[in-house]
């Protein structure tokens, strides 16, 4: 599987950005896709997950203000992001978790730059 995310950049705190991700190319199927970010100096946190079915696990960090949401006709998953602030910068990495004849296997993007200046 083959993770493609876009939609990272610079903003000023309140502000609203946009990530997607899409899966490509593999046999798996995409049970579970989210999004996990990684600060400077910190260890990498889960920031949005949503399944198949539509369940979401949103960090508490960021509830109220980030919204996931999937399409699964083309394993697509996107990331809303409003009223940005500094905590939010970081390397945001696209997750997905796939299955095949019952074995699983979780896959990572290259991860996409997120600048919020206060």
């Known amino acids: 599987v083959q993770l493609q995310a876009s939609g990272g950049g610079s903003v000023q705190a309140g502000g609203s950005l946009r990530l997607s991700c899409i899966a490509t190319?593999?046999?798996?199927?995409?049970?579970?896709m989210g999004w996990y970010r990684q600060a400077p100096g910190k260890q990498r946190e889960l920031v949005a997950t949503v399944t198949r079915g539509g369940l979401t696990n949103i960090a508490d960090s960021v509830k109220g203000r980030f919204t996931i949401s999937r399409l699964d006709a083309d394993d697509t998953v996107r990331l809303q992001m409003n009223n940005l602030n500094s905590e939010d910068t970081g390397v945001y990495y696209c997750?997905?978790?796939?299955?095949?004849?019952?074995?699983?296997?979780?896959?990572w993007g290259q991860g996409t730059l997120v600048t919020v200046s206060s």
């Open positions: 997750h997905a978790q796939g299955e095949l004849l019952s074995n699983r296997r979780e896959f």
């Open positions: 190319g593999s046999f798996y199927s995409i049970k579970r």
